[in-house]
């Protein structure tokens, strides 16, 4: 099982040499790094300067992911594999062509909206969901030709419905769960889950308390036995880890995360007055390391290892084999 | 003749599909186009997305050049290499991560100042020239580190001299002429001719009629024999084209380059009240095609076929093959 490989399909961390020291040691392979979420595109690059940075001075222990094959280097070499995604689109403001710019930068996925309304599609916590908006279908098509990843975690059910219709590639929910097991705006439906697995998309399960069964007290096997159901009602081959890890930031970054520069009240999102801060994480989930105990809950679940294999890696690579490919589309 | 590598070291054109034609056809095979003058960032980033449409638009005329062997590649290809270049360190703001970003981009040639004071160095234009600034010295350090070129060609005197000290790769001033030749702010003294040719950089000729002997009226022969003079007193190997040629633009475009957002009044430039607009070509070089018009000359001259290919496009190939090249120094 050592030998597996491991994809992470979204952390959220305030990297630090000690905190990458730890990911190389967790086993983990490669990990869909979030970089921006409200951040406009000047701020942005400010990010990706600093991440620049990290893979000079990190050399030893991370790598840029620009093709799925560096994900193979990255195991190769033993170094963590990062791959940049926003969970916005802020960055590309009102300009499609940024969208090539910030590829061009290294960055792979991109969510649509995060919780509100956006350029292009409708947020989860909006009470109304127009859909896919006209500049929405041109950065999809964009997207599909530079070959950047739609990913739909944050998005409202119809946005992400249409964007499953309109895109020539299939698309991604990163990072959340189904609604079946346990009912929250961020969960997504079984028509959602099932449009995934028809169009040979992928959805990465959390493991960010909210998004729990019993949150905190979530146990291991009711993850995995959830598991265990989507498997069944999508197939094997579209399912993975999305963990939604988040690590050493304070309670200003929630914030930041929540309120952005929308709102001059404050947003909890998925927190509550009462617990507004962030929540604890579930004692099997504690860090990048405990990716094997999912594994072996897998395991104790019934999975083979093939199957588990599949959830703890290899699909999301297969995903991304097709997804960061070059141009489908001519212009 | 014919068969000639020829590189232009800087235009300046509002290029369109059919521009991109007579540039195809004129038997250039590479160019360093100038991308921008006083844009920030984020204008940049529009620029480059302009650009990067134009690569996908007209792909069986242009392609980009990141590296040396693209010159090649473009010549096999009967295709026009394109280099970015800045004529003013605008673009990177105060932020030295900005040049890897833009360096990510494709940008491979950045002057340090155009003609006034910059973060970096000063301009040919200011009374004091008090060298390269302390960003200044970080910002040529990570130039070097990435391999964007160093170009001098609107630097003031001192600025240049201690660029070509401190920078661990020979630099550029890709359009000027010596002082020798035509007294202007533009042009180059004998210290500075000397110094990039003892420091393997290149210098590359202007035909803008500022500065020419005797202007637009400047002869053929004239400009040949300044050419031959400048082989002798720095080396064959250091001397190119750098035509500054400029085409399809109005005057609201030559106020932008001379007064960017730095005056509420006008400022000439190398013109004057009486001529403030674009100055006309000499008649032996009013676009791309001339360029063998130029080779003849030198053969008049008395140059012979080795020593024009270097002058018109091999120095120039060599120059790119040492400074496009990766990571000379760490960190």
């Not at 989860?124 to 127009?130: A, I, L, P, R, T």
């Not at 059910?157 to 991604?172: G, K």
Request: charged letters at 20%; glycine letters at 8%.
């Amino acid at each position: 099982m050592r030998d597996m490989l491991i994809i992470d399909g979204l952390q959220y961390v305030n990297w630090n040499r000690q905190l990458f020291e730890e990911a190389q040691q967790s086993g983990v392979n490669t990990i869909h790094v979030t970089i921006a979420y409200w951040e406009n595109i000047r701020e942005t690059l400010q990010n990706i300067g600093t991440w620049n940075r990290h893979f000079l001075n990190h050399a030893d222990l991370i790598m840029p992911v620009h093709k799925a094959e560096d994900i193979l280097e990255a195991k190769r070499l033993g170094k963590v594999g990062i791959i940049f995604g926003f969970q916005n689109c802020s960055p590309i403001e009102d300009d499609v062509k940024m969208v090539e710019i910030l590829h061009q930068l290294g960055v792979r996925i991109m969510q649509l909206s995060y919780n509100n309304q956006s350029f292009l599609a409708t947020g989860c916590y909006e009470d109304q969901d127009g859909g896919i908006t006209r500049f929405g279908k041109q950065v999809i098509k964009e997207m599909n030709r530079v070959g950047m990843v739609i990913d739909m975690s944050h998005s409202a059910e119809i946005s992400t419905l249409e964007a499953i219709e309109l895109s020539q590639r299939p698309i991604a929910i990163t990072h959340a769960n189904p609604l079946f097991f346990h009912k929250a705006l961020r969960n997504k439906s079984d028509k959602v889950l099932k449009a995934i697995g028809e169009s040979e998309g992928m959805i990465g399960f959390s493991m960010y308390p909210f998004h729990l069964k019993n949150g905190p007290d979530c146990t291991l096997r009711a993850f995995c036995e959830m598991v265990g159901q989507t498997a069944e009602m999508i197939g094997i081959d579209r399912i993975g880890i999305g963990s939604d890890l988040c690590l050493n930031w304070d309670y200003s970054v929630l914030e930041w995360m929540r309120s952005g520069r929308w709102t001059t009240g404050v947003d909890y999102g998925e927190g509550s007055a009462e617990k507004p801060s962030w929540p604890a994480q579930p004692s099997w989930f504690t860090g990048a390391k405990d990716m094997y105990t999912i594994a072996e809950g897998l395991s104790a679940e019934g999975f083979n290892e093939e199957q588990i294999a599949k959830v703890m890696g290899k699909n999301w690579l297969s995903f991304f084999e097709k997804s960061f490919s070059k141009s489908l589309i001519n212009s």
